[in-house]
């Protein structure tokens, strides 16, 4: 009796793995293509093209060559420390960057230094779309930029910072005006870990090029769910239904989406200003176009338009790749209490001041 158990057990449990490993089918029932899975958003590529850089498409030698860059770099930055190494100097060290990533963790970690890269899960390879490795996510503008911040723009993001801190801020945010640490709710949301900074979850949804690079996709005939790895920031996308009334403000929008074709398009507005994306305004209204391409992968193209922000709309894309790796949890805010040390030290050095 015992030894038929273990064998309905074991039949059972083959039947449970090989259900959770099949892959998802090709459509839905109501015949859409069906991107329900896990993807995977690390990239060299940045979001604009760096400087010296002129065409979008990267030809086979400089692709190449800055892979093998950073495939080295990692090597050489994951061997041990030496114990008797010497001192940094004083001051703190100020590398120059050769690459992209290597001018984000400077800029992450600054002269002291930040993560050790053991921590790091940045991405080794281009943006490639249909066999085209690219130099930068933004398509348009031609030259690869985002367009320059306009007069409105920069008039209201200036009376703005004046009294309060940025809310798309980094962790390695500016302490922001007098005030800004008078409570918790006055700092920005990704430093509190309520969201993930670099508008990892969108919209429009980027690399944040550090780690926690997965998005998993949930698709029902009447919701879509974008799941986010960092701080498991969840999008929901109502399928075919009007936007909410105006009055109505969220902190990634309210987006719906419909069927184009083969394309899923979701179009979002109703931002508020606690989330600023690049410092635009609750004009902002971003538009996602996802759909296949040939190797399997999805390709996500996004276009950002915002009177009140730049002069024109601009346009960006790049892959989303398929991965069977898992989500783990992201416990950003759990047993952290860099927020109450903040606020605390806010205090001593207002008593301070005053003592003086």
């Not at 690459?99 to 992450?108: C, H, R």
Request: some cysteine; glycine content about 8%.
């Amino acid at each position: 009796m015992r030894t038929a158990l273990i064998s309905v057990i074991g039949v059972c449990t083959a039947v449970s793995l090989a259900a959770q490993q099949r892959k998802p089918a090709a459509t839905t029932i109501d015949g859409h293509p069906n991107f329900t899975g896990m993807y995977d958003l690390a990239t060299m590529t940045p979001v604009e093209r760096l400087p010296g850089m002129k065409d979008l498409v990267l030809t086979k030698e400089q692709a190449d060559a800055a892979e093998k860059y950073e495939a080295d770099r990692q090597v050489k930055n994951d061997a041990p420390l030496k114990g008797d190494r010497d001192a940094p100097p004083v001051g703190g060290e100020r590398p120059a960057g050769k690459t992209y990533l290597e001018q984000l963790e400077f800029f992450g970690g600054g002269v002291v230094g930040g993560y050790n890269h053991f921590w790091l899960s940045e991405g080794s390879k281009y943006a490639t779309v249909e066999g085209q490795k690219r130099s930068s996510i933004v398509i348009d503008p031609p030259d690869g930029h985002v367009p320059p911040t306009n007069e409105i723009g920069k008039k209201r993001n200036a009376a703005y910072l004046a009294g309060a801190v940025s809310p798309d801020a980094a962790e390695s945010a500016s302490a922001g005006p007098p005030g800004a640490f008078d409570g918790p709710e006055l700092r920005p949301l990704a430093e509190r870990c309520l969201m993930g900074f670099n508008s990892t979850a969108g919209p429009p949804a980027l690399p944040n090029y550090f780690y926690n690079n997965l998005h998993q996709i949930v698709q029902t005939r009447d919701t879509l769910m974008i799941v986010t790895e960092m701080v498991h920031d969840a999008r929901v996308v109502r399928m075919n239904q009007p936007h909410v009334p105006p009055t109505i403000r969220k902190w990634m929008g309210d987006s719906v989406g419909h069927w184009e074709g083969e394309t899923l398009v979701i179009d979002t507005t109703n931002f508020t200003r606690k989330t600023q994306f690049r410092g635009s305004s609750e004009k902002l209204h971003v538009v996602e176009r996802i759909s296949r391409m040939s190797d399997g992968n999805l390709l996500y193209r996004f276009t950002v338009d915002d009177p009140d922000t730049w002069d024109r709309a601009w346009t960006g894309e790049y892959p989303w790749v398929v991965t069977h790796e898992n989500m783990y949890e992201y416990a950003c805010a759990e047993g952290n209490y860099a927020l109450e040390d903040m606020l605390r030290g806010a205090r001593l050095a207002e008593t301070d001041k005053s003592k003086k």
